[in-house]
């Protein structure tokens, strides 16, 4: 079954709205599932007001019953608490767009006379709907041995490197109790620092985030089709987020810079006849195929383009030139994006193994998952002769 799911809502209206289809029947769902993560996507150090007032908490109104999905499409609202604070409010005009927003273009692609519409929809708002819709595909995904978990890896000029000899596990543990979500406490201190000298400056700052799926089974994907690529459809995921601009798989960049011997990951035989790897450079994808081993992204987000201080712009109404205006916004939302990139990776994780194995019932997914081809010997039986290719072709 083909998972696909839309969202609805604007930043300052009254709730946003998601429906997800695709989700077999017999998952195990309770609102908590959902709930921890868009709590997890309001929490962060540089945030601004707008966290302050809202609390974000799903509903549900179709598509689970007594705690269990049913097959059916699943509804989800979010209300939007600063609705209250607008509904019978004179809204002031937006006429001066702000350089790296939507402003400009979306008055330009739908003729707005007001840009407050493009923000409207625009705004990182809408990312509460993926994160809730995130936390059920992750729920469906951990019924099959799959967790995912992400920190981040930079702010602005202050980049981390991973406490030695952890699991992803405990990165991911130590990154939930850092203000930063920076799974090295030293770093995550200097980035804050950051922080606040931008937040001194009223600018703003951007940074690189990385996420990791743990288990994946291998053989998601497929080099036939440029569409069937899991690296690409992970690399379209995270640029739909908004503010990111670039994607790294594995170690993507640096690998670049070396040579081949240095960089491929060394197959080995492990004990029973499992395939290793030495290293995961490529991050868990070869070929556009998932290969089993960690699935590693890396997302780079610009600075949010809402800034205190202003840029310069022109005023639409006057045609004069002006900086831009501020009404509030956050100053690094680098921790609030983590939670995000997860989101879309469990979305892209459940398309993908969904399209593999099908299944309408979760118990019919389980067997399916367990029945799936290795990375073992024993699963890859070889002919091992000669043989010609014989198309039907002169
Ligand atoms: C955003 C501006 C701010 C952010 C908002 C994204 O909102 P406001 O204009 O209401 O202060 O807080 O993000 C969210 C509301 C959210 O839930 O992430 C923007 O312009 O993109």
Redesign the pocket.
């Known amino acids: 079954m083909a998972i696909r799911f839309l969202t609805a809502g604007e930043?300052?209206g009254p709730m946003l709205t998601a429906i997800l289809e695709g989700i077999p029947a017999g998952l195990p769902l309770k609102l908590e599932d959902i709930n921890i993560d868009l709590a997890r996507?309001?929490k962060g150090f540089g945030?601004?007001?707008?966290?302050r007032i809202?609390s974000?908490q799903a509903q549900i109104t179709s598509g689970v019953v007594q705690g269990k999905t049913t097959g059916s499409p699943i509804a989800l609202l979010v209300e939007n608490r600063?609705y209250k604070n607008w509904r019978e409010k004179d809204i002031v005009p937006v006429t001066t767009p702000r350089p790296g927003?939507a402003d400009l273009t979306g008055a330009i692609k739908y003729g707005y006379q007001e840009l407050r519409l493009s923000?409207e929809r625009?705004?990182?708002?809408e990312?509460?709907m993926r994160v809730a819709v995130g936390g059920i595909c992750k729920k469906l995904l951990s019924e099959m041995g799959v967790s995912i978990g992400g920190y981040v890896k930079q702010i602005g000029s202050i980049s981390t490197d991973l406490p030695e000899n952890l699991s992803w596990d405990e990165i991911f543990a130590r990154s939930e109790e850092s203000e930063v979500r920076c799974p090295h406490p030293e770093s995550g201190e200097k980035m804050k620092e950051e922080i606040r000298q931008t937040m001194k400056a009223q600018d703003t700052l951007g940074g690189i985030f990385t996420v990791v799926a743990i288990n994946t089974p291998p053989g998601l994907g497929s080099y036939v089709h440029y569409d069937r690529r899991l690296d690409a459809a992970l690399a379209q995921a995270m640029l739909s987020i908004?503010a990111m601009k670039g994607v790294e798989i594995g170690d993507g960049f640096a690998n670049a810079l070396k040579r081949g011997s240095e960089v491929h990951d060394k197959i080995t035989l492990e004990e029973g006849g499992r395939l290793g790897r030495e290293s995961n450079r490529a991050g868990g994808v070869e070929g556009g195929i998932s290969t089993g081993e960690p699935l590693i992204v890396s997302v780079a987000m610009k600075p949010?383009s809402?800034v205190v201080k202003g840029i310069n712009s022109v005023n639409l109404a006057t045609g004069k030139p002006e900086l831009t205006t501020y009404?509030?916004?956050?100053f690094c939302?680098l921790p609030?994006a983590v939670p995000i990139g997860e989101a879309m990776m469990a979305i892209v994780l459940t398309q993908f193994l969904s399209e593999k194995i099908g299944g309408d019932s979760l118990d019919e997914m389980k067997l399916r998952v367990s029945q799936l081809r290795r990375s073992h010997v024993d699963d890859l039986p070889m002919d091992n002769c000669p043989w010609r290719f014989g198309y039907y072709y002169d």
């Open positions: 930043s300052h996507r309001q945030s601004g007001g707008r966290m809202e974000d600063d927003h923000l625009a705004s990182a708002r990312t509460t908004p949010i809402t009404e509030r916004s956050d939302a609030r």
